[in-house]
């Protein structure tokens, strides 16, 4: 389904049913909370980067990303609060008052029960439910074998330990990143596995050092290594190398999806290169073998 994207100004007033909060990675129990809502409201930037700027979080999804998932769950529009300085020093009460009832017309408001709102977070769940200008819903924290399905402990699955497969189905979907393909080093090609090089956004989650079984753009399966290339000295840092299997073709300056299904090793140095290539050579016939399972399971 295709989701209207509009910024709060731009918002015309009519009888909505609103589920708000941050909403970042749109996982299981994020997912709880929208359902039965006609507009998901949500804050960009995400608020922790504004209330705390020396240690913002690093986000599983981008704004668009997240509109995209929004609107796969049935939402018809998502409507971005603008957050700054200025935003974050609103009284909870000017919240409830001029943006949920005045801009929205909030027929119903449905919020996580760790939702909080207003200057210095001082705007609760039972504020809302006290109001008797909309109908108020509050979900409980949603919890899987024990554990509180949240974004912080998902980052912690992916980055801290590239279990990409955990995170994906907390997440509701596989984890996914983007990135522009840039020019790297090019010695993939020299042992005839030429890869895709991304830079990752230091805002955004990055799956933890190794090897994953990936889909390049929804369908393509792709080896990706994530590290800093331990084989070769090399002068890039960091970088995402997606080998696309059975592909050609010049992808440098295009924006790439990678898709994570399964981590596959952690990343590995080699005494050579023929030991390089006989791994690759093995990550590759894995990572044919996982997105043929995920295509007949999908089917």
Known sequence: MTVAVTRLQDAERRPRRLAVGTFDGVHLGHRDVIRGADTVVTFEPHPAVVLHPDTPPQLLTSLERKAALIGGLGVSEVVVVPFDSAFAARSATDFADHVLVDALGATHVSVGENFHFGHRATGRPAMLAADSRFDTRVVPLLQVEGEIVSSSHIRRLIAGEGDVAAGGRLLGAPFAMAGEVVQGEQRGRTIGYPTANLVPDPGFVTPAFGVYACLANGSIPAAVSIGVRPTFETR????????????????????????????LRGELAFGGV?????????????????????ARAAA
């Open 274 to 294: 023929e030991e390089l290539v006989a791994q690759i050579e093995r990550d590759v016939d894995d990572t044919r073998r996982i997105a043929a399972a995920r």
């Open 236 to 263: 890039l840092g960091e970088l995402v190398e997606a080998y696309l299997l059975d592909f050609s073709g010049d992808l440098y300056g295009t924006q790439l999806e990678l898709t994570f299904l399964e981590r």
